[in-house]
């Protein structure tokens, strides 16, 4: 077999973290990993020359391999030999009681050091698994948060010591709620033997995941009570599979059947690539084969099957940011795209920075507001697909090839990704590390696995054909908001929209606590006119009432009060966590400071304030201005929603007036029904439904009003609805 070194050894530079994949030097990695030992001392000697095997594993076709301890000199030596990235494993006893046997945590951290220490500084050294797979019933009995907090420590030691490598906890589906905060990647083992349900499960762990890598730690199957056939066919599509959903590498368990657990040599399963005379198996070059095919999207596709992208980039006053931004999105490798720049009204020195790239097209305007903006760029559009990102945002080079792949494959009518932000350029950018993990970021918000409610509008893209029919932007939503009133119009016209995890951009939030906090009050501010447009979307308090997950970029953890599905008696395979918004972003790597945390407390505190206060004084100017009459009482308001059945009436009364138990009484008299069980409304007419709330006033009370009306109204309101609150002078005229 010819020796084929996986990666050049002049070009072996170190593994880093790059969005949702690896890079070395300037290049992405793909890492293609086989699991090596640990080996009985029973193996024969000529299968225990590293050197050699290292060489066999380079040849056929793989870039790294896992051991499950800390390496020896010896066997980082082979494989740097070999163009080979080794990743090593902590050894301790993790599945020991090891809170309260605290000495046995004790002796992990000690192993840690001494690892580091002796061979952490290798170049052939990436990174380190702390644990690997602890049961799922000793996490319950330990305490999540626990375990997820001694594994974290782990992590940080290990940090402490060689800033260079990279540290992660190699996970399993029983407790994939127990993602470590730090980890620079997630590493997820998974054996599923079927592969619809293997393709099924790959997009949720970019989910798991947030913002981070998805390295399949170990996929295996087993000859020895199945055929070497079914082996090579089930790792064959593992391989592929990883690659099409967007994984960041893949780990093949085993290169040999030769393998040791618990202390004895296991001789009834065998799932290496080797048997146990050296002999490749029939999956070696069926795995082989796979590796090598890189997934490229354009697989299967000739040039003029390319879907056309027409990337459009809005920008008001965006001169500063907007060089970056270009920068990126003229360099991505895609066949077929064009640049649209829409200049909504901007007064810097915005013409200069677009004309240093002549493939982007220029279109000015007078300032009318982003989603006007994003309308003017569809509207001169040529491609079949429209891609918007913002100023700030720098597309991934293979962002549009994501897209193309994840339209084409499900068919979605608009679909996005994620928005990763970058780490600051300076140690002294404290601010904009704070940010970066501060609440009140653009997220996505999921349905399933792979269809999402909400994409936000820095990565969003969608099929000009439906762009048309749903009829684009609202023009009223002028900085924030435009994306939400998109995706929930485009929803309720029966479109589909679809999320990619791989698709990512980075997005440089605000630099600064003063901006971001003035972000959050325009946020609020358009949470009003989405309260307007789309009142059944909110609750009674005011905040968005989604269907699904809102995601923030944090891995998937527990915490005190989530509900984790165990299964009877703790024994399901997949043991899923309940929550409705996953965790926020911790703090980037080197600002884990006293002032950056202060400073995320008091913009974990003030954003929600700030945001509520804005929706709550802005729904009041949109709704109507309270207009009191000279006399005790007086009409407000009763405004039609926009594209709803629904109407909203306000009533204020002074001194001793109305109350909300006078208008239900006048509505029970009036043939309405009490509603006993539903905790949404108060009474029922036929299809309608009707709210009746009551705002306290140091002088009166505003009474408020809201009417659903059913499908099958055609937007008139009962009579006996009208007559009995015109009778209480609550409406002057519904006509």
């Known amino acids: 077999m010819d020796i084929v070194c996986a990666v050049p050894r002049e070009n072996m530079e170190r593994l880093q973290v790059d969005g949702k994949f690896f890079q070395s030097g300037a290049r992405r990695v793909f890492l293609k990993m086989v699991t090596y030992g640990p080996f009985p001392e029973s193996r024969p000697v000529e299968l225990g020359d590293d050197l050699g095997e290292m060489r066999k594993i380079a040849a056929a076709g793989f870039n790294a391999v896992r051991v499950y301890e800390m390496p020896s000199l010896r066997l980082l030596d082979a ?13 301790w006893e993790w599945g020991h009681d090891f809170i309260a046997q605290s000495s046995r945590f004790s002796a992990a951290r000690l192993k840690l050091d001494d690892g ?37 420590e782990l992590i940080d030691l290990g940090r402490t010591m060689r800033p260079q490598l990279l540290f992660a906890y190699s996970n399993f589906p029983t407790t994939e709620y127990l993602e470590p905060n730090n ?10 033997e079927q592969q619809e349900k293997f393709a099924a499960y790959l997009p949720r762990l970019h989910h ?11 996929v295996g199957f087993d000859s020895e009570h199945n055929s070497e056939e079914l082996q090579a066919d089930v790792l064959g599509w593992s391989v592929r599979e990883a690659l099409q959903h967007g994984m960041a590498g893949i780990t093949i368990y085993a290169w040999s059947d030769w393998w040791v657990s618990g202390g004895g040599v296991v001789e009834d399963w065998s799932f290496g690539l080797m048997d146990r005379s050296g002999k490749a198996k029939l999956a070696l070059p069926v795995v082989s084969e796979a590796l090598v095919q890189v997934f490229q999207p354009e697989d299967g596709l000739t040039e003029r099957e390319w879907p056309m992208f027409s990337v459009i980039v809005c920008t008001h006053n965006g001169a500063q940011r907007m060089d970056d931004c270009l920068r990126a999105v003229c360099g991505m490798d895609y066949p077929r795209y064009e640049v649209i720049v829409v200049d909504d009204g901007s007064e810097d020195q915005l013409v200069d ?7 982007v097209r220029l279109i000015r305007m007078d300032h009318g507001g982003l989603s006007a903006a994003r309308n003017r760029g569809a509207a001169v559009a040529k491609g079949e697909f429209l891609a918007y990102t913002d100023d700030d945002c720098q597309p991934d080079a293979a962002w549009l090839f994501w897209l193309a792949d994840a339209f084409l494959t499900n068919s979605w009518d608009a679909c996005g990704g994620p928005n990763l ?6 140690v002294s950018d404290v601010d904009e590390a704070v940010v970066a993990a501060a609440p009140g970021a653009p997220s996505h918000v999921m349905l399933t696995d792979q269809e999402a409610e909400h994409v936000p509008g820095c990565n969003l893209s969608v099929r000009k054909s439906v762009f048309e029919k749903v009829g684009g932007f609202r023009d009223a939503y002028r900085v ?43 946020y609020g501010k358009a949470e009003a006119l989405l309260m307007r447009d789309h009142p059944r979307k909110f609750a009674r308090g005011g905040g968005a009432r989604w269907l699904g997950r809102v995601y923030t970029g944090g891995a998937l953890s527990a915490d005190q009060g989530d509900t984790i599905y165990h299964g009877v008696m703790a024994t ?33 505190t003030l954003q929600p304030k700030i945001r509520s206060w804005a929706r709550w004084w802005f729904s009041r100017q949109w709704c109507g201005e309270l207009t009191h009459s000279k006399s005790k009482e007086g009409f407000i308001l009763v405004d039609r929603l926009e594209r709803t059945h629904d109407y909203e009436a306000r009533w204020w009364s002074e001194g001793a007036g109305l109350t909300r138990i006078d208008v239900l009484d006048g509505l029970c008299e009036s043939g309405w029904e009490a509603i006993a069980d539903d905790s949404d409304w108060d009474m029922s007419y036929g299809d309608y439904r009707l709210l009746v709330a009551s705002e306290q006033h140091a002088k009166g009370v505003m009474i408020l009003t809201r009417i659903e009306m059913g499908e099958k109204s055609k937007g008139c309101l009962p009579a006996d609805l009208v007559n009995t609150l015109k009778g209480m002078s609550l409406l002057r005229d519904l006509s």
Not at 421 to 426: I, K, T, V
Not at 594 to 602: D, G, N
């Open 79 to 91: 494989a740097e030999e070999c163009g080979l990235w080794v990743f090593g494993g902590l050894c």
């Open 480 to 522: 924030a908001g435009d994306d939400v009133d998109f995706c929930w119009r485009l929803k309720d016209a029966g479109y589909r929209l679809g999320f990619c995890g791989a698709a990512f951009v980075w997005h440089r939030r605000r630099t600064t606590l003063w901006r971001y906090f003035k972000q959050q009050l325009g």
């Open 116 to 152: 580091l220490v002796t061979v952490g500084g290798h170049p052939a050294f990436a990174g380190v698994f702390v644990a690997n797979e602890i049961p799922g019933d000793m996490v319950r009995w330990m305490g999540v948060a626990k375990v997820r907090k001694a594994l974290e």
């Open 421 to 426: 932000p970058p780490l600051p350029e300076c």
């Open 208 to 218: 798991v995941a947030g913002d981070r890598p998805v390295l399949l730690s170990e």
């Open 353 to 359: 920075v677009v004309s240093k790239y002549p493939q």
């Open 572 to 604: 399901a395979g997949y043991q899923q966590i309940s929550m409705v918004m996953q965790p926020q972003r911790p703090l980037p790597i080197g600002f884990h400071t006293i002032l950056a945390k202060t400073k995320l407390k008091w913009a974990q």
């Open 183 to 192: 980890a620079d990647f997630t590493a997820m083992n998974v054996y599923l």
